[in-house]
């Protein structure tokens, strides 16, 4: 139990400490900020011209106006706050020039050490950069209602997409153990997510098999997962909701795989 305690206040310590670097660089958030309010901005002024209407009475398939700004400003934001291509560079540098080894000195995993700094900086982020967006659309979108279920599926599925994505980004950046530039698998991935993540417009609208095919991928549990049940999208339903689950489940224990598989590579290698 000592041990269990000592190991859990080092995960606290290591996601304040980047939560503390979230705010210590805020002038960075808050440019990225203004500069998601300003696309918000624009994709609000975009569909609205599109609908040709300012109330609910035009949709697009199930989405009404509101749901489609609502869609496009929690992606512009969510974006911003869950682990992307800095944690796989970031990962990818530090292997590279050594300072991996202080960080195997660490009492505890590094798998888990990294996911407890990831957490720690998109709370930061979300502070400085989500929080100020939610009550912003709160005003905008007012009224609106909130259910415990609705909650509780919103938070869950946010919980599986950031275990997703920083699954996806961990194991790309702990790929420079094994080849020689991670430049490109974080294109793949970055493209993947854009195309099949359901980041440009919900999967539900896809064409039918495309849709179908797309839903058993871990990308649409990245974006469109946590947007759809914020936009009440029927077509997010139990099954993809436990497909996440799989996805999450199957993706940390392939990172603990293969973190295991890159710390014997680099003892090896005598490091």
Not at 149 to 170: D, E, P, Q
């Amino acid at each position: 139990m000592p041990s269990l305690r000592r190991a859990w206040q080092t995960h606290l310590a290591i996601a304040d400490m980047q939560w503390k670097m979230a705010f210590h660089y805020r002038t960075r958030a808050f440019a990225q900020g203004a500069g998601a309010l300003l696309l918000i901005t624009l994709q609000a002024a975009l569909w609205t011209t599109v609908y040709a209407s300012s109330d609910d009475s035009a949709r697009a398939g199930w989405l009404t106006l509101r749901q489609t700004l609502s869609y496009a400003a929690a992606g512009t934001v969510w974006v911003l706050c869950v682990p992307g291509l800095a944690l796989a560079r970031h990962l990818e540098a530090k292997i590279r020039d050594g300072r991996i080894v202080t960080e195997l000195l660490m009492p505890i995993g590094f798998l888990s050490q990294w996911f407890s700094a990831a957490l720690g900086r998109s709370l930061g982020v979300a502070a400085l950069v989500g929080l100020p967006a939610v009550l912003a659309g709160a005003v905008l979108l007012y009224p609106f209602a909130f259910d415990p279920v609705y909650v509780g599926r919103l938070v869950l599925t946010v919980a599986i997409a950031f275990v997703v994505l920083f699954h996806l980004s961990y194991l790309i950046g702990l790929s420079a153990f094994f080849i020689r530039r991670v430049d490109g698998l974080n294109e793949v991935r970055e493209a993947l997510l854009l195309l099949l993540g359901g980041s440009m417009m919900p999967v539900s609208l896809y064409p039918e098999a495309l849709r179908d095919a797309v839903v058993w991928t871990p990308f649409v549990q990245g974006f469109y997962t946590p947007l759809g049940v914020l936009v009440r999208d029927p077509f997010v339903d139990g099954r993809i909701i436990l497909l996440g689950f799989c996805w999450a489940a199957v993706l940390t224990v392939a990172s603990a795989l293969c973190t295991r598989a890159a710390l014997r590579r680099l003892v090896i290698a005598g490091g």
